[in-house]
């Protein structure tokens, strides 16, 4: 499936400037009904401006009226350097079904719950999301939070088990060097303490002399 080119920018232009259904606009940018519905409520792609695909060549006014005009019609992306570009380009993300986007934040929630030893960026790594996605669920703050399952990734298909084994180790590496980290830290400050009381002291002998 070969998606418009910036996705979610181009699904806030078509939110703000037509009278299309959430279901046509989902369906053109490979998104789900709930995050065009999120759009037109404000609550995601806050500080995305939109993106015209009719000046960018990947949609005519005469379809995006026609679908207008009917609920069932599909939008189609005019094919032409732009869009061939964006579908072969190895540096855009592989489209995503549904499905999976669905599934990401329920893994998001799983990993949070029982690896809360992952960095944020370790576990947007995992399900191919970005860390502001993980920051919102893990804060409860998510636009769709009610309806977010803790749910395994790797039974989802989102990650693979060498994957998350790697991830979790790498984190344990990282909190072992941090728990090191602060040790050395303790006793340099507990030295420093102790020769500060060894200063006082001498200072106070040699300021009352004996006999």
Same mark, same amino acid.
């Given at each position: 499936?070969?998606?418009?080119?910036? /996705?979610? +920018?181009?699904?806030?232009? %078509?939110?703000?400037?037509?009278? *299309?259904?959430?279901? &046509?606009? $989902?369906?053109?940018?490979?998104?789900?009904?709930?995050?065009i519905k999120g759009i037109a409520d404000g609550e995601v792609g806050i500080g995305i401006k939109g993106l015209n695909p009719i000046s960018t060549n990947q949609l005519?006014?005469?379809?995006?009226?026609?679908?207008?005009?009917?609920?069932?019609?599909?939008?189609?992306?005019?094919?032409?350097?732009?869009?061939?570009?964006?579908?072969?380009?190895?540096?855009?993300?592989?489209?995503?079904?549904?499905?999976?986007?669905?599934?990401? /934040?329920? +893994?998001?929630?799983?990993? %949070?719950?029982?690896?809360?030893? *992952?960095?944020?960026? &370790?576990? $947007?790594?995992?399900?191919?999301?970005?860390?502001?996605?993980?920051?919102?669920?893990?804060?409860?703050?998510?636009?769709?939070m009610s309806n977010i399952r803790p749910q395994d990734p790797v039974g989802l298909g989102l990650c693979k088990q060498v994957d998350l084994d790697e991830a979790l180790e790498k984190a344990e590496r990282s909190q072992k060097r941090a728990a090191k980290k602060k040790l050395k830290e303790e006793k340099i400050l507990q030295q420093q303490k102790q020769e500060e009381l060894q200063s006082k002291t001498d200072a106070e002998v040699s300021s009352n002399p004996e006999g």
């Open positions: 499936m070969t998606l418009p080119l910036m /996705p979610k +920018a181009t699904a806030i232009w %078509l939110v703000e400037n037509t009278a *299309l259904t959430f279901k &046509q606009i $989902a369906d053109f940018c490979g998104m789900h009904e709930l995050e005519t006014k005469e379809e995006i009226d026609k679908a207008a005009n009917d609920p069932e019609h599909s939008l189609e992306l005019i094919q032409n350097e732009i869009t061939i570009q964006t579908e072969r380009d190895p540096k855009q993300k592989k489209y995503t079904p549904l499905s999976k986007r669905q599934e990401r /934040p329920d +893994a998001i929630s799983w990993l %949070l719950r029982n690896h809360p030893e *992952l960095k944020d960026s &370790q576990v $947007a790594k995992l399900v191919s999301s970005t860390k502001n996605m993980v920051v919102s669920i893990k804060n409860k703050t998510n636009w769709n």
